[in-house]
């Protein structure tokens, strides 16, 4: 069955450092990935998404992910964490058809929180 | 543009009820689909609806039930309301069926807070 995984509950770093947020799926086919943030009573922005192609991907807000097939991998990354980052993150693969319909499945998500 | 939105905001219901949330698309986009995130998990699919017909469906029982209207507006019911149904209630948009087309996006609103007593 398809899963995505996000290892990591809660992530505190601070302001200006350096992240990561890791993912790792199970997925039969081509995976089409995203990632998406969730503040605090808001819905799901995407911030960006992997369907083929280059491996790195960048996304909005300065965030990038790498899709890594061999380890079954899509990280997020930021180079310097901004406190207005803090919020939810949530990995998604896509397992609707081969990206036909849209069917995502979602990790438990990430708790990001930036220390001043 | 307004984005995806959905009514009520909250809704606080009893065992045994049913329960009706509404969500109106971007407008242009003709596909909506529906997720519930429980307090502390990331979202579950739910439904998907394209062109007024039902695309694909979670695992979800037959209690939870949904329709598109022709504004492509949707409504997502649910009936025999359970404790565990309390959840955030998330309407999606897209403008085509999936994301194989990378210029259609999924769009999700702020969603529907519903508590079960």
């Known amino acids: 069955a398809q899963s995505v995984t996000q290892p990591d509950i809660h992530i505190t770093v601070s302001e200006g450092a350096s992240l990561e947020l890791r993912c790792n799926y199970s997925?039969?086919?081509?995976?089409?990935l995203f990632w998406y943030v969730q503040s605090p009573g808001q819905g799901l922005q995407l911030l960006l998404k992997?369907?083929?192609?280059?491996?790195l991907v960048q996304g909005i807000k300065g965030f990038e992910a790498e899709f890594k097939r061999s380890q079954s991998s899509f990280n997020l990354r930021k180079p310097s964490v901004h406190w207005s980052d803090a919020a939810e993150y949530f990995c998604a693969v896509d397992r609707g058809s081969g990206g036909s319909n849209y069917k995502l499945t979602f990790g438990k998500g990430t708790l990001l929180t930036v220390n001043p | 543009d307004a984005g995806v939105t959905q009514s009520p905001t909250h809704l606080i219901k009893t065992r045994g009820q049913h329960v009706t949330l509404r969500c109106s698309p971007i407008?242009?986009?003709?596909?909506v689909s529906w997720y519930q995130q429980v307090l502390g998990q990331g979202p579950q699919f739910i439904f998907q609806y394209y062109e007024k017909e039902e695309r694909g469906r979670g695992n979800f029982p037959d209690r939870f039930s949904a329709r598109q209207f022709p504004n492509y507006s949707s409504e997502l019911n649910v009936n025999a309301l359970l404790l565990g149904d309390s959840a955030l209630y998330l309407c999606a948009s897209s403008l085509y069926r999936g994301s194989l087309l990378s210029n259609s996006p999924l769009h999700f609103g702020n969603g529907t807070r519903l508590t079960v007593t």
């Open positions: 997925y039969g086919a081509t995976p089409y």
């Open positions: 992997y369907f083929s192609g280059d491996t």
């Open positions: 407008s242009g986009h003709k596909s």
